[in-house]
Every structure is written in C-alpha cells, then in structure tokens.
C-alpha cells in the first residue's frame, strides 16, 4: 500500500459510519437523497445509494437510528423519538 491509499483510507469512514453521521446531521423530515449526499461527502469516495440505504435500514434494526418512511414514492424519511 503506497502513502496516497493511506491517506485516503485515514480520512475514509466506514460507510456504516458515515450513514450514522449523516442521520445524525439530518433535520427530523429529510430525503433518501440528502442523506446519501451527506454520507458520500463523510466517506470521501463514491458509495451507491443501495449500500448507503442499506446500512440505514440496518441501524434502524440495531436501534441506533430510529425513522419511518412518510413516502415511499419520494423516498421521505422522518426520525422519531425514542421514549
């Protein structure tokens, strides 16, 4: 591995992360999109939306990022309150 790969991988994220941070950053209604936009710019790199989705539905499973789907044909997500 040269000096440039190690580089990138330092500033790269796990793309589990950066969906994290990026939900975190979202306002409590948002779009598929923004949030795929935000999570790319964490990582650094070019990820699908597919895997950044992925992951998302994944930590909803977990329970770290709590949000049901307003609309399924514009991909509107809306965070709810964990009580």
């Not at 580089?7 to 948002?30: C, E, G, I, N």
């Not at 923004?34 to 699908?48: D, G, I, P, Q, W």
């Amino acid at each position: 591995m040269d000096a440039q790969q190690q580089q990138l991988k330092l500033k790269s994220a796990t793309v589990r992360k950066a969906t994290k941070a990026a939900f975190l950053k979202m306002p409590h209604r948002f779009s598929a999109l923004t949030l795929c936009l935000t999570a790319r710019k964490e990582l650094n790199n070019m990820t699908m939306d597919g895997t950044i989705l992925r992951r998302l539905r994944e930590l909803r499973t977990s329970g770290e990022c709590v949000y049901k789907v307003v609309n399924s044909v514009d991909s509107i997500y809306e965070k709810v309150e964990v009580e």
